[in-house]
């Protein structure tokens, strides 16, 4: 994220100097419009709307996704055709303030986890399956952490670890150009204001924000997004994450920068951690502290892979059949 936002930044600058856009923003320009196949449906907890999505096969092994950040529940879309050749059923929920759910101010991860046990339960569901990508690994994690008898297993894809345990984290995203909690913590009006700039760049400049992100990636995200509509939908997401404002995305990053609300060391349920050696947005030692962290914990660093993991069909071909191995025992 912090990435995403200072390449916002830059495009918005970029943007609106006179002689400064290219012909690549040109021709990567998107259409905004929110595919129908991403329409939500809704619960009502408390007087707040909450957002969710299925996709998948409706009759498989049920999996709760966590989105990314900037990211919503239309990344199901990636995966959706995979999943229906696995028979697996994914689940995900927009997050507060975040695509289509109502802002809720104090929500922490374990409420993201009461919260999936609500979802889970209003689905009749005794037990499932956890996937969190990038930004959606913390959530998850704390699912995990919060409902072990119902968990069976969970997959953090690129995700962060614990900073409360892991006292290198804040050096780690520094020495990646990763700035966003150094501005958050000691300038969070400066980060604020940022991420309105960054928000505005995303819904208003799709064609220069590929054409800048691309460029902070590595050449195994590059090449996953030469392919049109996987490129638009992920322009998609990320603009409908931020559709509302950014205070649900604000809020969202800080609470996984801060120290979480349990140890890693007290997730009982079998995690799965996934991590591309080459990602620009994460840190790969997030993942080996999470693999030395949590007691029953594997560890997969892909070499030559990036960030956008779930983009890659070889990848989830993998994740799918390790979900396999649960839904045969």
């Known amino acids: 994220m912090s990435r995403i936002l200072f390449t916002l930044i830059s495009i918005s600058l970029w943007a609106v100097l006179p002689g400064c856009a290219s012909t690549k923003a040109d021709r990567s320009v998107v259409e905004t419009k929110q595919p129908d196949e991403g329409t939500p449906q809704f619960s009502i907890w408390n007087s707040r709307r909450v957002a969710w999505l299925e996709r998948g096969d409706p009759q498989g092994f049920p999996v709760l996704y966590a989105h990314g950040n900037p990211g919503s529940r239309l990344e199901l879309l990636f995966l959706d ?4 050749d696995y028979g697996i059923r994914l689940i995900v929920m927009d997050r507060p303030g ?26 009749g569901l005794d037990e499932f399956g956890l996937m969190g990508w990038s930004s959606g690994g913390p959530p998850v994690l704390a699912t995990a952490y919060y409902l072990p008898q119902r968990v069976r297993f969970a997959i953090s894809i690129s995700g962060y670890t614990n900073f409360g345990e892991y006292d290198k984290a804040l050096q780690a ?6 700035r966003g909690p150094e501005l958050s913590e000691e300038h969070p009006a400066l980060f604020k204001q940022a991420l309105k700039v960054a928000r505005w760049a995303d819904l208003t400049l799709p064609g220069a924000y590929m054409a800048v992100a691309e460029a902070e990636m590595p050449p195994s995200d590059q090449a996953l997004l030469n392919d049109k509509a996987r490129s638009e939908l992920f322009v998609r997401n990320q603009q409908e994450a931020l559709i509302q404002g950014v205070k649900g995305a604000i809020q969202d990053l800080e609470v996984q920068w ?20 080459k990602d620009t947005f994460v840190p790969v ?8 962290e949590i007691p029953n914990a594997s560890l997969n660093i892909l070499p030559e ?7 890659d069909q070889p990848f989830m071909d993998q994740v799918f059949t390790e979900i396999q191995h649960y839904m045969e025992n």
């Open 285 to 292: 030692e997030f993942a080996r502290h999470l693999a030395q």
């Open 173 to 178: 995203m520094s020495d990646y150009g990763l």
């Open 81 to 84: 055709a995979k999943a229906k």
């Open 258 to 277: 801060a120290a979480w609300p349990f140890y890693l060391a007290e997730i009982q349920v079998p995690v799965h951690i996934y991590q591309g050696e």
């Open 305 to 311: 892979s990036g960030h956008l993991l779930p983009l």
């Open 98 to 123: 975040i695509g289509a759910s109502s802002f809720v101010p104090n929500y922490g991860l374990l409420d993201f986890a009461a919260d999936m046990e609500k979802l889970a339960d209003e689905k």
